[in-house]
T-cell receptor, first 112, second 107 residues
Framework: IAGITQAPTSQILAAGRRMTLRCTQD?????MYWYRQDLGLGLRLIHY???????GKGEVPDGYSVSRANTDDFPLTLASAVPSQTSVYFC???????????FGEGSRLTVL | GIQVEQSPPDLILQEGANSTLRCNFS?????LQWFHQNPWGQLINLFY???GTKQNGRLSATTVATERYSLLYISSSQTTDSGVYFC?????????FGAGTRLTVKP
């Protein structure tokens, strides 16, 4: 089934550890996004990529990095996790230009 | 970046009632979507509607791009409509979300 796959589904992490959230899509979408969702704050954009090889910063990029080596994969890395990064993380993708945005199932991350 | 405001923040309805959710945005956009987040956290596309009006069953949406707002109409609401409704807009290569409207439909 075509779509977006995120891994892990859930993770508990000690503060200071490095963590990479994986995102893979098989729809050949050029644009990909990472959002975090916190209670009462909706979804906030962390980083995005308009095409392979390019990335951009969103609203809340600090403490996160991304890479886009190919069209399908868009991993999000927390170099040194802090408790304020406890959140649900959603990966999304869409075609270039105007078009529908599709979401993965989310990754719940708890940093202790 | 572009600002997106949704209203009301919370809405409680009796089953069978109708409702209108509003999304205002601060600048011109080239993409607007409505999403429903169900109680399990899944984000479901409802409408891709940068302009005009669309209908899908009991739901319909209208975007007036020149006046920078969009409306989502829910008619004959059902308990399964409960959840959070988000509006998202795109300008300059990123998509920004409003804070959402939390809808509770009581039986």
């Amino acid at each position: 089934i075509a779509g977006i796959t995120q891994a892990p589904t859930s993770q508990i992490l000690a503060a200071g550890r490095r963590m990479t959230l994986r995102c893979t899509q098989d729809m050949r979408h050029n644009a990909m996004y990472w959002y975090r969702q916190d209670l009462g704050l909706g979804l906030r954009l962390i980083h995005y990529s308009n095409t392979a090889g390019t990335t951009g910063k969103g609203e809340v990029p600090d403490g996160y990095s991304v890479s886009r080596a190919n069209t399908d994969d868009f991993p999000l890395t927390l170099a040194s996790a802090v408790p304020s990064q406890t959140s649900v993380y959603f990966c999304a993708s869409k075609p270039s230009g105007p078009g529908e945005l599709f979401f993965g199932e989310g990754s719940r991350l708890t940093v202790l | 970046g572009i600002q997106v405001e949704q209203s009301p923040p919370d809405l409680i309805l009796q089953e069978g009632a109708n409702s209108t959710l509003r999304c205002n945005f601060s600048d011109s956009v080239n993409n607007l979507q409505w999403f429903h987040q169900n109680p399990w956290g899944q984000l479901i596309n409802l409408f891709y509607i940068p302009s005009g009006t669309k209908q899908n069953g009991r739901l319909s949406a209208t975007t007036v791009a020149t006046e920078r707002y969009s409306l989502l109409y829910i008619s004959s609401s059902q308990t399964t409509d409960s959840g959070v409704y988000f509006c998202a807009v795109e300008r300059s290569n990123d998509m920004r979300f409003g804070a959402g409207t939390r809808l509770t439909v009581k039986p």
